[in-house]
């Protein structure tokens, strides 16, 4: 059956894509070995920098998020390394199941699936690191499947403090656009993220901004690697081009999130993903709801999760919700399968989109008979309205500075 209007694609990623964009992507493709393409891409390598704040170079692969963590790993590593990784969520281990698959050695910090990584816990154990054997530690900045951020500036500190020389790897796919991040500012080596989350795009690109530390450490590191090769891109990057066939039309469509990203203003587009967390988690408050993030520190602006009550399952609520208003909501992933749901409100999104996918929430909760309180909606208005009456765009929480 046709179902009318647009779809409401509210997962944590994909993230619905702009009119914008597709229309910068419904072109001819063009010789990408030609002095247009070239063009385009020379200034787009070199306007990404801003995105992730960085001076050095960022590479762009034609694979999901999950090849630039292959990547990564692979242009850094020699079999046989430790890694260090924090397990915040979903994402986070399946980053060192990749890591051991690649012949590496993580050692996982276990967490509570409920907060960031405790930057101190990684502290005391490369302060005990004594021989230096762990060589990089790998951190999710936007843990997608629990909505926690982990503080990446602490972490640097406690680094830092330990006099340890480990890299420092961060998971950005779906905080990046979203969340303010700063790869130079915070000394971050390689920044792994993705098209299709904050940057408004469809799922088929992805990143690794790189630390001059990083490419130096990429000069020996012996885990075998081709087409994800770092120093295979640097020639052809240097005259907006690649090694092998791009992904032409993403790059278009690339160009032209970095344009908008710019036009709006990051600390405005991180404002406004602010905005609408707070205002969504005081409705989930108001539905007597629970946020499945316990530390207001950690709270993502990207995503919220929501535990359901006891005994009602979040698939089939999910699926009530789909069915009745053609709403997608995110998951639960691994053991939080069918406990949580997950609504996404990053990327390309405004108040109007949020009070139409909170509405379709508490109208499913009622639908399902779900045990709730009604009013969360006109709760999260009143935020709304109250943020726009006082011309306060929320500042960005303070882990994140
Ligand atoms: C989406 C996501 C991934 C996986 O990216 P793919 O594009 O599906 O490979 C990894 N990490 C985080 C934090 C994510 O949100």
């Not at 920098?49 to 590479?59: H, L, S």
């Amino acid at each position: 059956m046709r179902t009318s209007g647009r779809h409401f694609l509210q997962i944590p990623g994909p993230t619905n894509v702009p009119d914008r964009i597709l229309r910068a992507m419904d072109r001819p493709t063009i010789d990408h070995r030609g002095p247009a393409f070239g063009a385009m891409c020379g200034k787009l390598l070199n306007d990404l920098k801003a995105v992730f704040r960085c001076d050095g170079p960022v590479y762009i692969y034609p694979a999901s998020g999950t090849g630039a963590w292959e990547a990564a790993m692979v242009n850094t590593a020699s079999p046989g390394d430790h890694v260090l990784m924090y397990e915040t969520g979903h994402f986070a281990s399946m980053w060192s199941k990749l890591a051991s698959n690649l012949g590496l050695v993580p050692e996982v910090i276990e967490g509570d699936w409920r907060s960031g990584a405790d930057a101190a816990a990684i502290g005391a154990r490369l302060a005990a690191d004594k021989t230096h054997s762990i060589k990089a530690v790998c951190i999710v900045h936007n843990e997608t499947s629990t909505g926690a951020v982990s503080p990446i500036s602490d972490i640097r500190d406690q680094i830092d403090a330990a006099g340890h020389p480990a890299l420092l790897m961060v998971d950005t796919i779906s905080s990046l656009g979203s969340i303010d991040y700063r790869q130079d500012n915070w000394g971050v080596d390689v920044t792994v993220a993705g098209s299709q989350k904050g940057l408004m795009l469809p799922p088929g690109l992805s990143f690794n901004a790189v630390s001059s530390k990083a490419l130096e450490a990429s000069k020996s590191a012996k885990l075998p690697k081709s087409y994800w090769s770092w120093s295979e891109m640097n020639g052809p990057n240097d005259r907006g081009f690649f090694p092998y066939t791009p992904a032409t039309n993403l790059l278009f469509g690339l160009a032209e999130a970095v344009s908008m990203l710019s036009e709006e203003g990051l600390d405005n587009v991180f404002a406004r993903h602010s905005r609408h967390a707070a205002a969504t988690r005081r409705a989930v408050r108001t539905w007597s709801l629970d946020v499945l993030c316990t530390n207001p520190r950690h709270y993502s602006s990207s995503l919220t999760a929501v535990v359901m009550p006891e005994g009602h399952d979040a698939d089939a609520f999910r699926r009530v919700i789909l069915e009745n208003f053609d709403m997608s909501l995110g998951n639960g992933l691994s053991r939080l399968a069918g406990r949580v749901f997950r609504i996404g409100h990053l990327g390309d999104f405004n108040d109007l989109m949020l009070a139409g996918t909170l509405s379709g929430i508490e109208l499913g909760l009622e639908i399902a008979s779900v045990p709730y309180e009604k009013g969360g909606v006109q709760a999260a208005l009143d935020d709304l309205a109250e943020a726009r009456k006082a011309g306060r765009s929320h500042a960005p929480l303070a882990h994140a500075v």
